[in-house]
């Protein structure tokens, strides 16, 4: 019952993948929390993520990676699979095949339901993030160059807003807010956590807990 309603949330309240070209603007950002810190007018480098809703009969989860250590950037920090898009690429196209890379979710595996709001990071990357429906069991396996580690965190626990906090460190003198969801021992934050805070506002809006409690149901 609550997984066909939260397939169906998602189907009707995500934007069709027909939105995810490379040139859609940013709705969300990182300068949402930091608007004092905002650059100015950019180039932005494509990007996209795949958001792996996984759908096990006891409730719904979401697939997140841990990267590798050897990295040069963002090492052992949380992360949807994803990166930029190649020459000629759909923000779909990219996400499936970077998770197919990072995790080898077969993209035969995974429904498109349609995509979140556009976002800009700091580092200037404009990400699509294309939220896929997967129904276990699935063959995953990480790829030891880009990732150390994967693990699900349940759907109820990202879609809280009680779990929802807003973090800062201090950067160049100034003080930089940013969202976060640590969960066990796992400190979701920044990019991540962000793309979790937009979806939860383009299904939800602001305090609509009844239709959160209806998906958790």
């Known amino acids: 019952m609550s997984l066909g309603t939260l397939k169906a949330r998602l189907a009707e309240r995500l934007r069709p993948v027909s939105d995810g070209t490379p040139e859609s ?3 969300r950002s990182d300068y949402d929390l930091n608007p ?3 650059l100015g ?3 932005l480098q494509p990007a ?3 958001v792996p809703v996984m759908a096990h009969a006891d409730g719904a989860t979401v697939l997140l990676t841990r990267r590798a250590d050897s990295l040069t950037s963002h ?3 949380i992360a949807f699979p994803g990166g930029r898009l190649d020459p000629g690429e759909t923000a779909v196209q990219a996400a499936l095949r970077e998770a197919w890379e990072e995790v080898a979710l077969a993209p035969a595996s995974v429904e498109v ?3 979140g709001d556009a976002y800009e990071t700091g580092s200037g990357f404009l990400v699509t993030p294309v939220v896929g429906w997967v ?3 699935v063959a995953l396996a990480p790829s030891p160059d880009e990732v150390a580690e994967l693990f699900e965190t349940p759907w109820d626990f990202l879609m809280d807003v009680a779990n929802h906090r807003r973090d800062h460190l201090e950067m160049n003198g100034a003080r930089r807010f940013y969202w976060a969801m640590p969960w066990n021992e796992r400190y979701i934050w920044g990019v991540t956590a962000g793309l979790l805070k937009a979806l939860h506002g383009r299904l939800y809006g602001v305090g609509d807990a009844a239709a959160e409690a209806e998906d958790a149901a």
Do not use: F
């Open 75 to 77: 090492t052992g920090q």
């Open 113 to 115: 339901l349609g995509l």
């Open 36 to 38: 004092d810190l905002r």
């Open 25 to 27: 603007a940013p709705t």
């Open 48 to 50: 996209a993520v795949l």
């Open 135 to 137: 129904t276990p069991p």
């Open 41 to 43: 007018d950019r180039t």
